[in-house]
T-cell receptor, first 115, second 110 residues
C-alpha cells in the first residue's frame, strides 16, 4: 500500500516553455501533498504544501506564479513550472500524506532538464 | 543551530559490520521522527518511524532520546544493499511538513 506515482519521470524542455508534473496517490486518499526539489548532493527542500481544494502554501523564496500547484482531488496534485529556465533543472519529488497519518510517501521523482 | 543535523559521513564499512548514525533536532516540541533511505537519483523511502520506546525492524534499530533531542539508527550485519543515503526526518509540531537532515551516505564494501 501507500503508493505514489509521478509523471513524467524525466523531461527535457527548452528555456521559456512550461512543464507540468503530475503526482498521484494510487491506493489512498491524500489530504495533503508536498512538492520538493533536490539539487545534486543537496537535501530535499520543501517548495510548497498543497491541500485538496485550497490554495497551496509556498515556502519562503519559492515563487508561486512560477511554480503553479493544483490539488484538484484527493489523489492528484500537479506542479507546473512556468517559463522554465536552466536553473530550474532539478529533481522534483512529490509526497503524499494520508488522512490521519504522520508518514509521507514519496513519488519516484521527475528529473527536469531545461536547455 | 540547524533544525535537523546529521553525521556528515560518508561511512565506508565492510559487509557484516555494525554502523550507527546519529541525528539531533532543534525543536523540542517535535512529535514525529523517521528514518528514510534514499538511493542515488531516487526518491526517499520510509525506512522506519522512531518511537520513544525505541523500535527494531530486523537488522535496524532506531532510538529516540527526547531529553537530548537525539535520534539514532543502528544497522547490524551490514549488507551491500544497505548502501544508500540515510535521512533523519522530523515532523515539527503543528505542521504537516517534514524537515529533512542532509543525510549520511553509507557505502558497504565487499
Amino acid at each position: 500500500g501507500a503508493v505514489v506515482s509521478q509523471h513524467p519521470s524525466r523531461v527535457i524542455c527548452k528555456s521559456g516553455t512550461s512543464v507540468k508534473i503530475e503526482c498521484r496517490s494510487l491506493d489512498f486518499q491524500a489530504t495533503t501533498m508536498f512538492w520538493y526539489r533536490q539539487f545534486p548532493k543537496q537535501s530535499l527542500m520543501l517548495m510548497a504544501t498543497s491541500n485538496e481544494g485550497s490554495k497551496a502554501t509556498y515556502e519562503q523564496g519559492v515563487e508561486k506564479d512560477k511554480f503553479l500547484i493544483n490539488h484538484a482531488s484527493l489523489t492528484l496534485s500537479t506542479l507546473t513550472v512556468t517559463s522554465a529556465h536552466p536553473e530550474d533543472s532539478s529533481f522534483y519529488i512529490c509526497s503524499a500524506r494520508a488522512l490521519g497519518g504522520d508518514e509521507q510517501y514519496f513519488g519516484p521523482g521527475t528529473r527536469l532538464t531545461v536547455t | 543551530r540547524k533544525e535537523v543535523e546529521q553525521d556528515p559521513g560518508p561511512f565506508n564499512v565492510p559487509e557484516g559490520a555494525t554502523v550507527a548514525f546519529n541525528c539531533t533536532y532543534s525543536n523540542s516540541a517535535s512529535q514525529s521522527f523517521f528514518w528514510y533511505r534514499q538511493d542515488c537519483r531516487k526518491e526517499p523511502k520510509l525506512l522506519m518511524s522512531v518511537y520513544s520506546s525505541g523500535n527494531e525492524d530486523g537488522r535496524f534499530t532506531a532510538q529516540l532520546n527526547r531529553a537530548s533531542q537525539y535520534i539514532s539508527l543502528l544497522i547490524r550485519d551490514s549488507k551491500l544493499s544497505d548502501s544508500a543515503t540515510y535521512l533523519c526526518v522530523v515532523n515539527p509540531p503543528m505542521l504537516y511538513q517534514l524537515t529533512f537532515g542532509k543525510g549520511t551516505k553509507l557505502s558497504v564494501i565487499p
